[in-house]
């Protein structure tokens, strides 16, 4: 059976479309196949849209976003299919994360959680039914909702005698830790590891006066020097001595926040600048290892932020021993993971198949993730 997932994550870069065959009707499907992935960026004006609303988002606009992406979705879905050459009625269903607008993980008071991106106008025009809003039934059971891949990760992609890590650096970075299957039976995490990319790509778009929407190959932060005490600054957030379960977003390592840092350090060089928010994102991933314990054989590497050099050269540097890879390595698209996952999520709701992720997101117990809304 194929599926579709949906995804458009924290970097506001576009519309992720995986489909998937996923067979059989037990919880780890067989086969477990990429059939076609595609990627349709948003233009600027619409991510410049997207970034205000997560900011200062009116109801109305609120609203008024939640359809439009819904038809956005909806014609990135269509093409897809078209390109792969697979037909509408050949999908069992459309697994769609939505756009997260506010996340707030559980702390003194009860978490809560907003993603938008109308299933009923993707159900509408296509036709196929979706599982959407995933991470909502997990909140409202006192975990985070989030991070959902790590499910796909354990059953997907675990090695019967190495430990990985599977590291994903997008918008915001997470981290799967699964053990060696045939090991000593140490326990699996997964968890937000702090900021990916979103700082990076804000200041480089505000640096270029939006002509440019990231740091190409890492280029800007080569040619730069870390800066200590900025640095420091970001390090002092409490978020970063948290142990898991732990998960972050914009609301906390947004555009608002980085706008204050960038206005105290004015006078500082454009690529120093990059350069400290570079090293952010690679010491917050390798001392989370330390904070936990862990110790991967592998490192495995996904999302945009894979693609940038001086991100995995830092790693290295960072993590001595550890060998730093592509997720392409074991058989999987990197940039496809994410949307795969919520195809595998929307296969599981259709199956009926509860998910257990206390070790990811904090949830006890088992439960169905995600809304149906049928053809």
């Given at each position: 059976?194929?599926?579709?997932?949906?995804?458009?994550?924290?970097?506001?870069?576009?519309?992720?479309?995986?489909?998937?065959?996923?067979?059989?009707?037990?919880?780890?499907?067989?086969?477990?196949?990429?059939?076609?992935?595609?990627?349709?960026?948003?233009?600027?004006?619409?991510?410049?849209?997207?970034?205000?609303?997560?900011?200062?988002?009116?109801?109305?606009?609120?609203?008024?976003?939640?359809?439009?992406?819904?038809?956005?979705?909806?014609?990135?879905?269509?093409?897809?299919?078209?390109?792969?050459?697979?037909?509408?009625?050949?999908?069992?269903?459309?697994?769609?994360?939505?756009?997260?607008?506010?996340?707030?993980?559980?702390?003194?008071?009860?978490?809560?959680?907003?993603?938008?991106?109308?299933?009923?106008?993707?159900?509408?025009?296509?036709?196929?039914?979706?599982?959407?809003?995933?991470?909502?039934?997990?909140?409202?059971?006192?975990?985070?909702?989030?991070?959902?891949?790590?499910?796909?990760?354990?059953?997907?992609?675990?090695?019967?005698?190495?430990?990985?890590?599977?590291?994903?650096?997008?918008?915001?970075?997470?981290?799967?830790?699964?053990?060696?299957?045939?090991?000593?039976?140490?326990?699996?995490?997964?968890?937000?590891?702090?900021?990916?990319v979103a700082l990076i790509d804000e200041a480089v778009r505000r640096f270029s006066g939006g002509a440019e929407a990231y740091d190409r190959d890492g280029r800007g932060a080569a040619r730069g020097r870390v800066l200590a005490e900025p640095?420091?600054?970001?390090?002092?957030?409490?978020f970063f001595r948290t142990p898991p379960p732990r998960s972050t977003g914009r609301e906390a390592f947004g555009a608002r926040r980085l706008h204050e840092w960038l206005a105290r350090h004015e006078a500082e060089n454009a690529d120093d600048?990059?350069?400290?928010?570079?090293?952010?994102?690679?010491?917050?991933?390798?001392?989370?290892?330390?904070?936990?314990?862990?110790?991967?054989?592998?490192?495995?590497?996904?999302?945009?932020?894979?693609?940038?050099?001086?991100?995995?050269?830092?790693?290295?540097?960072?993590?001595?021993?550890?060998?730093?890879?592509?997720?392409?390595?074991?058989?999987?698209?990197?940039?496809?993971?994410?949307?795969?996952?919520?195809?595998?999520?929307?296969?599981?709701?259709?199956?009926?198949?509860?998910?257990?992720?206390?070790?990811?997101?904090?949830?006890?117990?088992?439960?169905?993730?995600?809304?149906?809304?049928?053809?």
């Amino acid at each position: 059976m194929l599926y579709v997932g949906l995804m458009s994550g924290t970097s506001l870069d576009g519309i992720d479309v995986a489909i998937a065959e996923f067979g059989g009707e037990e919880e780890r499907p067989s086969p477990a196949l990429l059939a076609g992935y595609r990627t349709y960026p948003y233009e600027a004006a619409f991510r410049d849209r997207l970034a205000e609303a997560l900011e200062d988002g009116s109801a109305r606009e609120l609203c008024e976003l939640g359809f439009e992406l819904g038809r956005r979705f909806a014609d990135a879905v269509e093409a897809a299919l078209a390109d792969v050459g697979v037909r509408r009625e050949d999908i069992g269903a459309i697994g769609s994360h939505g756009q997260t607008f506010w996340h707030r993980p559980p702390a003194e008071l009860p978490g809560s959680t907003l993603q938008l991106g109308e299933a009923a106008v993707v159900v509408e025009r296509l036709g196929v039914p979706v599982v959407a809003d995933f991470r909502v039934r997990d909140v409202a059971a006192g975990g985070h909702g989030a991070p959902l891949t790590p499910y796909f990760d354990h059953l997907l992609l675990s090695s019967p005698d190495a430990s990985r890590a599977i590291q994903n650096i997008g918008g915001m970075a997470n981290v799967t830790w699964l053990p060696a299957e045939g090991g000593d039976g140490s326990a699996r995490t997964a968890f937000d590891t702090g900021p990916g990319v979103a700082l990076i790509d804000e200041a480089v778009r505000r640096f270029s006066g939006g002509a440019e929407a990231y740091d190409r190959d890492g280029r800007g932060a080569a040619r730069g020097r870390v800066l200590a005490e900025p640095l420091a600054e970001w390090l002092e957030d409490p978020f970063f001595r948290t142990p898991p379960p732990r998960s972050t977003g914009r609301e906390a390592f947004g555009a608002r926040r980085l706008h204050e840092w960038l206005a105290r350090h004015e006078a500082e060089n454009a690529d120093d600048l990059l350069a400290t928010l570079t090293e952010l994102t690679a010491r917050t991933i390798a001392e989370s290892y330390g904070l936990t314990g862990l110790q991967p054989d592998e490192l495995y590497l996904c999302g945009g932020g894979a693609r940038n050099p001086e991100i995995w050269r830092r790693l290295e540097r960072l993590l001595p021993g550890v060998a730093v890879r592509r997720l392409d390595a074991i058989g999987w698209d990197g940039d496809a993971r994410e949307a795969a996952a919520f195809a595998l999520l929307a296969r599981q709701h259709r199956l009926g198949i509860p998910l257990h992720l206390e070790w990811a997101t904090g949830a006890p117990g088992s439960r169905i993730l995600g809304k149906w809304v049928p053809a």
